[in-house]
């Protein structure tokens, strides 16, 4: 059996086994550009080529160059930096009616509402993605920042530039994300929630083309699996873009008239594309599940419905995964996800029988998600009786579950 450090269960949060399989630490309390200068309202009405646009908040992605460089405080505007501003304070004070001083903190200031309002959540896609939908009902009046990429928003939570990042991590149809549990694993965010979210598929194009006219269509390879029936029956060809919303802006703003877009019915009236058809998915029962992700984990309780998620590598040989479910199953404890994904850094593992030869074994991650939460005996029991057989062992996050659908 492998060596291993014994962890704690501090915070219901134990790591254990080899050190490269981890990534990198986040970066607490690094100064980013000024996040607020990212997010603007463009007023007025966006009129092109027969398309009218309603007016959005139009809130440009965050990419991967917003990490590259920390503007100097000086060429910063606003909180993070007020081109020396500060030191005028003190004269523009004096020179102030006493009703326009500021005002001082108070604890209502500093206290985020259950609703999130103050709290900044990143999603990868555009406005009207149904991801930023997710992020909104898990936050209602949170602001929802838009990202190019998955890994920008596991970049952005880390180095502070918003507090929470809400990303797909299964579909009820198309399956698991699998680019988000390998993300999950080089990054050290927390899992502190669950979304699961309803996901109605329309069939959209510039006003005036009727739906026979329609060639190909453009959406998420996700979304596109998941209207499979539909768009077969169509004969049209799949055309994959980053986000369903973005491929909404793009057969608005480039006045394709041979496309149309799969997205959702706010997208529709964001781009300001008609809806030709509703509800396209394969099945009227189209969930996706979203993970909630922050820089600290939140304390389990044992007072209501909690999961927990884990990943781990396992020593080799006959029965060890039968042993490491086994662990759950003997202590009543549920599993409702199980994923295997291959181990980028040692993909393969050389297993060398004199009698019989060398051979070479793929070499597998396993997340799980099981009912129980980390406060629980039962859940601490059953990962240290796993840690027998684990090579390595880390608790992605233990949260309530969604049970709202
Ligand atoms: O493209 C979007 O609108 C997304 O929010 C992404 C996404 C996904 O990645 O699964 C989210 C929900 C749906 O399952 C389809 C697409």
């Known amino acids: 059996m492998a060596v291993k450090a014994v962890g704690t269960w501090v915070a219901g949060f134990c790591e254990t086994g080899r050190s490269d399989i981890g990534g990198r630490r986040a970066i607490a309390g690094a100064a980013g550009p ?234 529709a009236e964001i781009y300001g594309l008609k809806i030709v058809e509703e509800r396209i998915q394969d099945t009227p029962d189209n969930i996706t599940r979203f993970l909630i992700l922050a820089r600290e984990p939140i304390i389990p309780r044992a007072d209501r419905l909690f999961k927990t998620s884990i990943v781990f590598t396992l020593e080799e040989g006959s029965g060890v995964l039968f042993k490491a479910l086994a662990v759950f199953a003997l202590r009543n404890i549920n599993l409702t996800k199980i994923e295997s994904r291959p181990q980028r850094k040692r993909p393969l593992r050389v297993v060398d029988d004199s009698n019989y030869g060398t051979a070479k074994y793929f070499d597998y991650l396993f997340y799980i998600d099981f009912e129980a939460s980390m406060a629980e005996p039962r859940a601490q029991n059953a990962l240290a009786h796993l840690q027998e057989f684990a090579t390595f062992l880390r608790v992605l996050g233990s949260y309530p579950m969604d049970t709202s659908l």
Not at 54 to 62: C, H, I, L, S, T
Not at 85 to 113: C, M, Y
Request: hydrophobic content about 40%.
């Open 34 to 267: 000024n996040w607020r200068s990212e997010v603007s309202t463009v007023g007025g009405r966006l009129e092109r080529a027969g398309v009218c646009m309603k007016p959005v908040e139009d809130v440009k992605p965050m990419k991967d160059e917003n990490f590259s460089s920390v503007p100097p405080s000086s060429e910063v505007d606003g909180e993070a930096g007020n081109g020396g501003a500060d030191k005028q304070l003190g004269k523009l004070n004096r020179d102030l009616p006493s009703g326009l001083l500021p005002k001082p903190l108070s604890l209502t200031d500093l206290t985020v509402s259950s609703h999130g309002s103050n709290v900044r959540v990143a999603y990868q896609g555009c406005p009207g993605a149904f991801s930023e939908a997710a992020a909104l009902k898990a936050y209602p009046r949170c602001v929802a920042v838009p990202c190019e990429q998955f890994e920008v928003a596991f970049k952005a939570v880390e180095l502070w530039l918003v507090d929470k990042a809400v990303l797909p991590i299964e579909n009820s149809v198309g399956g698991s994300i699998h680019r988000n549990y390998d993300l999950l694993l080089c990054h050290r965010l927390h899992i502190v929630g669950e979304v699961q979210m309803a996901v109605n598929h329309c069939l959209m194009t510039l006003p005036g083309v009727k739906k026979e006219e329609i060639k190909r269509v453009l959406s998420h390879p996700q979304a596109l699996a998941q209207c499979e029936i539909a768009l077969s029956k169509l004969g049209v060809i799949r055309e994959s873009i980053d986000d369903t919303a973005l491929a909404a802006q793009l057969v608005a703003s480039n006045d394709l008239k041979d496309a149309g877009a799969v997205a959702s019915a706010r997208a």
